[in-house]
Protein backbone atom coordinates (compact mmCIF):
# COMPACT_ATOMS: atom_id res chain seq x y z
CA UNK A 1 0.00 0.00 0.00
CA UNK A 2 2.81 2.85 0.96
CA UNK A 3 4.55 1.81 -2.33
CA UNK A 4 1.56 2.39 -4.28
CA UNK A 5 1.07 5.76 -2.34
CA UNK A 6 4.01 6.62 -3.15
CA UNK A 7 3.68 6.45 -6.81
CA UNK A 8 0.74 8.28 -6.50
CA UNK A 9 -2.02 5.25 -7.08
CA UNK A 10 -3.49 5.84 -3.79
CA UNK A 11 -3.99 8.90 -1.48
CA UNK A 12 -4.82 9.04 2.23
CA UNK A 13 -7.88 10.91 1.73
CA UNK A 14 -6.67 13.04 4.66
CA UNK A 15 -4.28 15.83 4.82
CA UNK A 16 -2.37 16.46 8.24
CA UNK A 17 -1.11 20.23 9.82
CA UNK A 18 1.93 20.62 10.85
CA UNK A 19 4.39 23.35 11.59
CA UNK A 20 5.84 22.95 8.24
CA UNK A 21 2.47 24.20 6.82
CA UNK A 22 2.58 27.04 8.61
CA UNK A 23 6.11 27.94 7.30
CA UNK A 24 5.25 26.82 3.95
CA UNK A 25 2.07 29.48 4.39
CA UNK A 26 4.69 31.91 5.50
CA UNK A 27 7.11 31.82 2.06
CA UNK A 28 4.11 32.10 -0.32
CA UNK A 29 2.81 35.24 1.30
CA UNK A 30 6.53 36.88 1.64
CA UNK A 31 6.65 36.03 -2.10
CA UNK A 32 2.99 37.27 -3.20
CA UNK A 33 2.82 40.24 -1.08
CA UNK A 34 6.14 41.84 -1.71
CA UNK A 35 5.31 42.83 -4.78
CA UNK A 36 2.47 44.81 -3.77
CA UNK A 37 4.35 46.98 -0.99
CA UNK A 38 6.07 49.25 -3.23
CA UNK A 39 2.48 50.39 -5.12
CA UNK A 40 1.03 53.11 -4.16
CA UNK A 41 -2.25 52.18 -5.10
CA UNK A 42 -2.63 50.16 -2.25
CA UNK A 43 -2.89 53.87 -0.52
CA UNK A 44 -5.62 54.69 -2.72
CA UNK A 45 -7.37 51.71 -2.16
CA UNK A 46 -6.87 51.60 1.39
CA UNK A 47 -8.86 54.59 1.97
CA UNK A 48 -11.61 53.21 -0.04
CA UNK A 49 -11.65 51.17 1.96
CA UNK A 50 -12.63 52.57 5.54
CA UNK A 51 -14.02 55.69 3.99
CA UNK A 52 -17.15 53.73 2.45
CA UNK A 53 -18.92 53.45 5.81
CA UNK A 54 -22.61 52.05 7.12
CA UNK A 55 -23.88 53.21 10.49
CA UNK A 56 -20.23 53.66 11.22
CA UNK A 57 -19.36 50.64 9.64
CA UNK A 58 -16.60 50.69 7.18
CA UNK A 59 -18.31 48.33 4.49
CA UNK A 60 -15.60 47.39 2.15
CA UNK A 61 -13.34 46.78 4.58
CA UNK A 62 -15.55 44.09 6.17
CA UNK A 63 -16.50 43.26 3.14
CA UNK A 64 -12.97 42.72 1.55
CA UNK A 65 -12.08 40.52 4.87
CA UNK A 66 -14.95 38.53 4.28
CA UNK A 67 -13.86 37.94 0.89
CA UNK A 68 -10.36 36.70 1.82
CA UNK A 69 -12.18 34.44 4.00
CA UNK A 70 -13.97 32.59 0.91
CA UNK A 71 -11.24 32.63 -1.25
CA UNK A 72 -8.61 31.40 1.02
CA UNK A 73 -11.64 28.70 1.85
CA UNK A 74 -12.33 28.17 -1.58
CA UNK A 75 -8.97 27.54 -2.69
CA UNK A 76 -7.72 25.38 0.32
CA UNK A 77 -11.11 23.36 0.32
CA UNK A 78 -12.47 23.34 -2.83
CA UNK A 79 -10.07 23.55 -5.32
CA UNK A 80 -9.80 19.77 -6.51
CA UNK A 81 -8.00 18.32 -3.47
CA UNK A 82 -10.60 16.43 -2.03
CA UNK A 83 -8.86 15.34 1.13
CA UNK A 84 -10.60 15.57 4.71
CA UNK A 85 -8.43 17.58 6.97
CA UNK A 86 -7.92 16.16 10.63
CA UNK A 87 -7.59 19.27 12.28
CA UNK A 88 -10.97 21.12 13.28
CA UNK A 89 -11.53 23.81 15.42
CA UNK A 90 -14.95 24.15 17.16
CA UNK A 91 -16.14 21.12 14.79
CA UNK A 92 -16.50 23.08 11.91
CA UNK A 93 -14.06 25.85 11.30
CA UNK A 94 -10.69 23.89 9.70
CA UNK A 95 -7.43 24.79 11.69
CA UNK A 96 -5.78 24.91 8.29
CA UNK A 97 -7.78 27.99 7.18
CA UNK A 98 -7.36 29.78 10.69
CA UNK A 99 -3.36 28.78 10.08
CA UNK A 100 -3.23 30.38 6.85
CA UNK A 101 -5.08 33.49 7.29
CA UNK A 102 -3.43 34.20 10.62
CA UNK A 103 0.47 33.85 8.85
CA UNK A 104 -0.76 35.73 5.80
CA UNK A 105 -1.89 38.81 7.85
CA UNK A 106 0.78 38.87 10.31
CA UNK A 107 3.26 38.68 7.23
CA UNK A 108 1.60 41.60 5.39
CA UNK A 109 1.27 43.44 8.69
CA UNK A 110 5.11 43.15 9.45
CA UNK A 111 6.09 44.06 5.85
CA UNK A 112 3.68 46.78 5.76
CA UNK A 113 5.17 48.06 9.46
CA UNK A 114 9.16 47.75 8.98
CA UNK A 115 8.70 49.49 4.83
CA UNK A 116 6.81 52.17 6.31
CA UNK A 117 4.04 51.78 4.37
CA UNK A 118 1.44 52.11 7.38
CA UNK A 119 2.31 55.65 8.57
CA UNK A 120 3.65 54.63 11.62
CA UNK A 121 0.53 53.46 12.80
CA UNK A 122 -0.78 56.71 14.01
CA UNK A 123 -4.45 56.20 12.21
CA UNK A 124 -4.46 52.59 13.11
CA UNK A 125 -7.92 52.06 10.99
CA UNK A 126 -6.31 53.69 8.39
CA UNK A 127 -3.34 50.92 8.89
CA UNK A 128 -5.18 48.16 8.97
CA UNK A 129 -7.21 48.77 5.70
CA UNK A 130 -4.04 49.29 3.93
CA UNK A 131 -2.76 45.78 5.40
CA UNK A 132 -5.80 44.55 4.46
CA UNK A 133 -5.29 45.02 1.29
CA UNK A 134 -1.65 43.47 1.44
CA UNK A 135 -3.32 40.48 3.10
CA UNK A 136 -5.61 39.85 0.03
CA UNK A 137 -2.80 38.69 -2.33
CA UNK A 138 -0.75 37.22 0.68
CA UNK A 139 -3.54 35.05 1.63
CA UNK A 140 -3.53 33.76 -1.96
CA UNK A 141 0.02 33.01 -1.64
CA UNK A 142 -0.17 31.55 1.97
CA UNK A 143 -2.64 28.69 0.56
CA UNK A 144 -1.12 28.19 -2.36
CA UNK A 145 2.48 27.92 -0.67
CA UNK A 146 0.76 25.63 1.40
CA UNK A 147 -1.02 23.24 -1.04
CA UNK A 148 1.66 23.27 -4.15
CA UNK A 149 4.59 22.23 -1.19
CA UNK A 150 2.25 19.67 -0.02
CA UNK A 151 3.48 16.44 0.06
CA UNK A 152 1.67 13.88 2.13
CA UNK A 153 2.93 10.69 1.45
CA UNK A 154 6.42 12.57 3.07
CA UNK A 155 4.25 13.39 6.04
CA UNK A 156 3.44 9.87 6.47
CA UNK A 157 6.82 8.39 5.60
CA UNK A 158 7.99 11.06 8.54
CA UNK A 159 5.43 10.16 11.17
CA UNK A 160 6.58 6.40 10.60
CA UNK A 161 9.92 6.95 11.11
CA UNK A 162 9.38 9.61 14.00
CA UNK A 163 7.13 7.03 16.10
CA UNK A 164 8.98 3.97 15.32
CA UNK A 165 12.40 4.70 14.68
CA UNK A 166 12.78 2.84 11.02
CA UNK A 167 12.58 4.59 8.00
CA UNK A 168 9.78 3.33 5.78
CA UNK A 169 11.41 2.90 2.51
CA UNK A 170 14.28 -0.22 3.40
CA UNK A 171 11.47 -2.67 4.88
CA UNK A 172 9.86 -2.77 1.36
CA UNK A 173 10.66 -5.94 -0.34
CA UNK A 174 12.86 -5.23 -3.51
CA UNK A 175 10.53 -7.50 -5.61
CA UNK A 176 7.68 -4.78 -4.17
CA UNK A 177 9.63 -2.33 -5.32
CA UNK A 178 10.43 -3.37 -9.24
CA UNK A 179 6.48 -4.13 -9.66
CA UNK A 180 5.34 -2.36 -12.74
CA UNK A 181 1.90 0.24 -12.28
CA UNK A 182 0.06 -2.52 -13.84
CA UNK A 183 1.25 -5.58 -11.93
CA UNK A 184 1.38 -3.01 -8.57
CA UNK A 185 -2.87 -2.92 -9.11
CA UNK A 186 -3.51 -6.18 -10.08
CA UNK A 187 -1.66 -7.43 -6.43
CA UNK A 188 -3.80 -4.29 -4.73
CA UNK A 189 -6.78 -5.15 -6.08
CA UNK A 190 -6.36 -8.89 -4.37
CA UNK A 191 -5.73 -7.24 -1.41
CA UNK A 192 -8.49 -5.22 -1.70
CA UNK A 193 -10.66 -8.30 -2.36
CA UNK A 194 -9.26 -10.25 0.65
CA UNK A 195 -9.40 -6.55 2.84
CA UNK A 196 -13.79 -6.42 1.44
CA UNK A 197 -13.85 -9.85 2.99
CA UNK A 198 -12.14 -9.03 6.62
CA UNK A 199 -13.38 -5.50 6.81
CA UNK A 200 -16.81 -4.52 7.79
CA UNK A 201 -16.58 -0.89 6.24
CA UNK A 202 -16.75 -1.92 2.24
CA UNK A 203 -17.44 1.45 0.73
CA UNK A 204 -14.27 3.02 2.12
CA UNK A 205 -12.45 -0.33 0.43
CA UNK A 206 -14.37 0.34 -2.53
CA UNK A 207 -13.39 4.26 -2.69
CA UNK A 208 -9.69 3.02 -2.35
CA UNK A 209 -10.29 0.34 -5.16
CA UNK A 210 -11.81 2.94 -7.46
CA UNK A 211 -9.26 5.66 -6.86
CA UNK A 212 -6.27 3.42 -7.55
CA UNK A 213 -7.76 2.28 -11.15
CA UNK A 214 -8.22 5.89 -11.52
CA UNK A 215 -4.98 6.90 -10.94
CA UNK A 216 -3.36 4.35 -13.04
CA UNK A 217 -5.43 4.75 -16.05
CA UNK A 218 -4.54 8.81 -15.26
CA UNK A 219 -0.72 7.63 -15.77
CA UNK A 220 -1.52 5.64 -18.53
CA UNK A 221 -3.51 7.87 -20.79
CA UNK A 222 -3.84 11.53 -19.21
CA UNK A 223 -6.67 13.17 -18.14
CA UNK A 224 -9.52 13.58 -19.39
CA UNK A 225 -12.36 16.39 -18.45
CA UNK A 226 -15.88 16.35 -19.33
CA UNK A 227 -17.92 17.00 -16.10
CA UNK A 228 -18.64 20.56 -15.16
CA UNK A 229 -18.61 20.59 -11.54
CA UNK A 230 -19.19 22.89 -8.52
CA UNK A 231 -15.57 22.92 -7.83
CA UNK A 232 -14.68 23.86 -11.52
CA UNK A 233 -16.61 26.84 -10.83
CA UNK A 234 -14.66 27.63 -7.55
CA UNK A 235 -11.05 26.54 -9.43
CA UNK A 236 -12.17 29.54 -11.92
CA UNK A 237 -12.97 32.00 -9.23
CA UNK A 238 -9.87 31.28 -6.99
CA UNK A 239 -7.90 31.22 -10.82
CA UNK A 240 -9.62 34.95 -11.82
CA UNK A 241 -8.30 36.28 -8.03
CA UNK A 242 -4.72 35.11 -8.89
CA UNK A 243 -4.18 36.86 -12.75
CA UNK A 244 -6.52 39.87 -11.55
CA UNK A 245 -5.50 41.70 -8.11
CA UNK A 246 -2.00 42.41 -9.87
CA UNK A 247 -3.75 44.80 -12.11
CA UNK A 248 -6.29 46.34 -9.91
CA UNK A 249 -3.08 48.34 -8.37
CA UNK A 250 -2.36 49.49 -11.96
CA UNK A 251 -3.36 53.09 -13.25
CA UNK A 252 -3.06 51.69 -16.96
CA UNK A 253 -5.88 50.14 -16.78
CA UNK A 254 -7.96 53.74 -16.51
CA UNK A 255 -5.73 54.27 -19.90
CA UNK A 256 -6.04 51.54 -21.53
CA UNK A 257 -10.49 51.44 -20.77
CA UNK A 258 -10.51 55.03 -21.63
CA UNK A 259 -8.73 53.46 -25.50
CA UNK A 260 -11.75 51.25 -25.36
CA UNK A 261 -14.19 54.14 -25.51
CA UNK A 262 -12.33 56.60 -27.38
CA UNK A 263 -13.25 55.05 -30.93
CA UNK A 264 -16.58 54.37 -31.91
CA UNK A 265 -18.76 54.00 -34.60
CA UNK A 266 -22.07 56.07 -34.24
CA UNK A 267 -22.48 55.25 -30.49
CA UNK A 268 -20.92 51.65 -30.81
CA UNK A 269 -17.56 51.55 -28.68
CA UNK A 270 -15.32 49.08 -31.37
CA UNK A 271 -12.35 48.37 -29.16
CA UNK A 272 -14.56 47.40 -26.28
CA UNK A 273 -16.24 44.78 -28.24
CA UNK A 274 -13.34 43.67 -29.95
CA UNK A 275 -11.85 42.96 -26.94
CA UNK A 276 -14.78 40.88 -25.56
CA UNK A 277 -14.81 38.37 -28.55
CA UNK A 278 -11.21 37.93 -27.98
CA UNK A 279 -11.80 37.13 -24.50
CA UNK A 280 -14.39 34.97 -25.60
CA UNK A 281 -12.21 33.20 -28.19
CA UNK A 282 -9.26 33.28 -25.68
CA UNK A 283 -11.14 31.21 -22.96
CA UNK A 284 -12.84 28.79 -25.87
CA UNK A 285 -9.12 28.35 -27.50
CA UNK A 286 -7.08 28.05 -24.45
CA UNK A 287 -9.44 25.35 -22.56
CA UNK A 288 -10.51 22.93 -25.53
CA UNK A 289 -7.76 23.52 -28.12
CA UNK A 290 -4.20 24.61 -26.45
CA UNK A 291 -4.65 23.63 -23.10
CA UNK A 292 -2.87 21.51 -20.91
CA UNK A 293 -5.71 19.05 -20.51
CA UNK A 294 -7.78 16.92 -22.41
CA UNK A 295 -11.14 18.46 -22.31
CA UNK A 296 -14.64 17.98 -23.53
CA UNK A 297 -17.88 19.41 -24.59
CA UNK A 298 -20.25 18.08 -22.56
CA UNK A 299 -24.12 18.50 -22.49
CA UNK A 300 -23.78 22.07 -24.32
CA UNK A 301 -26.15 25.13 -23.50
CA UNK A 302 -29.11 24.88 -26.33
CA UNK A 303 -27.00 21.95 -27.88
CA UNK A 304 -23.78 24.14 -28.81
CA UNK A 305 -22.44 26.56 -26.30
CA UNK A 306 -19.72 24.96 -23.98
CA UNK A 307 -20.98 25.20 -20.44
CA UNK A 308 -17.33 25.46 -19.41
CA UNK A 309 -16.66 28.74 -21.52
CA UNK A 310 -19.87 30.82 -20.00
CA UNK A 311 -19.30 29.73 -16.34
CA UNK A 312 -15.62 30.94 -16.89
CA UNK A 313 -16.55 34.27 -18.73
CA UNK A 314 -19.06 34.49 -15.99
CA UNK A 315 -17.13 33.95 -13.28
CA UNK A 316 -13.83 35.77 -14.22
CA UNK A 317 -16.20 39.13 -15.17
CA UNK A 318 -17.85 39.09 -11.77
CA UNK A 319 -14.92 38.29 -10.12
CA UNK A 320 -13.58 41.30 -11.50
CA UNK A 321 -16.50 43.47 -11.00
CA UNK A 322 -16.68 42.93 -7.55
CA UNK A 323 -13.13 43.39 -7.00
CA UNK A 324 -13.17 46.50 -8.51
CA UNK A 325 -16.06 47.94 -7.49
CA UNK A 326 -14.97 46.65 -3.39
CA UNK A 327 -11.55 48.51 -4.17
CA UNK A 328 -12.65 51.49 -5.27
CA UNK A 329 -11.53 51.26 -8.82
CA UNK A 330 -14.67 52.43 -10.73
CA UNK A 331 -17.31 54.85 -10.59
CA UNK A 332 -20.77 53.27 -11.01
CA UNK A 333 -22.01 56.97 -11.86
CA UNK A 334 -20.63 56.13 -15.18
CA UNK A 335 -21.73 52.72 -15.91
CA UNK A 336 -19.90 52.25 -19.42
CA UNK A 337 -16.53 53.51 -18.34
CA UNK A 338 -17.04 51.05 -15.09
CA UNK A 339 -17.35 48.34 -17.45
CA UNK A 340 -14.97 49.44 -19.82
CA UNK A 341 -12.18 49.64 -16.91
CA UNK A 342 -14.00 45.74 -15.54
CA UNK A 343 -13.61 44.49 -18.92
CA UNK A 344 -9.53 45.73 -19.04
CA UNK A 345 -8.96 43.06 -15.71
CA UNK A 346 -11.96 40.71 -16.70
CA UNK A 347 -9.18 39.85 -19.81
CA UNK A 348 -6.61 38.59 -17.59
CA UNK A 349 -8.94 36.93 -14.72
CA UNK A 350 -10.38 35.25 -17.68
CA UNK A 351 -6.96 33.27 -18.41
CA UNK A 352 -6.78 32.75 -14.94
CA UNK A 353 -9.91 31.85 -14.49
CA UNK A 354 -9.48 29.16 -17.56
CA UNK A 355 -6.19 27.69 -16.40
CA UNK A 356 -7.59 27.42 -12.67
CA UNK A 357 -10.49 25.76 -13.72
CA UNK A 358 -8.66 22.91 -16.38
CA UNK A 359 -5.14 22.38 -14.60
CA UNK A 360 -6.31 20.12 -11.47
CA UNK A 361 -8.00 18.46 -13.89
CA UNK A 362 -11.43 16.31 -13.73
CA UNK A 363 -12.91 17.23 -10.90
CA UNK A 364 -14.35 15.29 -7.88
CA UNK A 365 -18.37 15.25 -7.38
CA UNK A 366 -21.58 15.46 -9.33
CA UNK A 367 -21.86 17.29 -12.61
CA UNK A 368 -23.31 20.45 -11.82
CA UNK A 369 -26.66 19.99 -14.11
CA UNK A 370 -27.25 17.40 -12.11
CA UNK A 371 -26.79 18.87 -9.29
CA UNK A 372 -29.03 21.91 -10.46
CA UNK A 373 -31.89 19.01 -11.32
CA UNK A 374 -31.76 17.67 -7.49
CA UNK A 375 -32.30 21.42 -6.28
CA UNK A 376 -35.32 21.48 -8.50
CA UNK A 377 -36.95 18.17 -7.26
CA UNK A 378 -36.03 19.00 -3.54
CA UNK A 379 -37.94 22.40 -4.27
CA UNK A 380 -40.86 20.36 -5.90
CA UNK A 381 -41.01 18.20 -3.02
CA UNK A 382 -41.06 20.69 -0.62
CA UNK A 383 -44.36 22.44 -2.22
Same mark, same amino acid.
Given at each position: ?????????? /??????????????????????????????????????????????????????????????????????????????????????????????????????????????????? *??????????????????????????????? #??????????????????????????????????? +????????? /??? *???????????????????????????????????????? #??? +??????????????????????????????? +???????????????????????????????????????????????????????? *???????????????????????????????????? /??????????????
Amino acid at each position: MLEAHERGLI /DSGVRHLSARDAAEAFVGSVIFASPLLVEDGIFDIGDYLFEVTFAGAPVFLIANTLFVVLMTYALLGWTGQNRDETAILFGVVPARLVMTLGVSFLVAAVLMTVWGRVGGWESPL *EALARINVIWTVGSLGAALGDILADDDTQEI #ASHHTATTGRAVGPERPEAIQRLTDGALVDALQRE +FDDLGSAFG /DRQ *EVERLREQTVDAALDDGFGDRIQKYTSRDVAEAFVGSIFF #AIP +FLVEDGVFDVAEFFLSFQVGSFPVFFFVNTV +FVLAMILALVYWAGPQDVQINRPILGFIPRRVVGIALVSFLTAGALMTMWGRVEWS *EPVVALARISVVWTVASFGASLGDILPGESSGDDIN /DDLVALGNQDDHGE
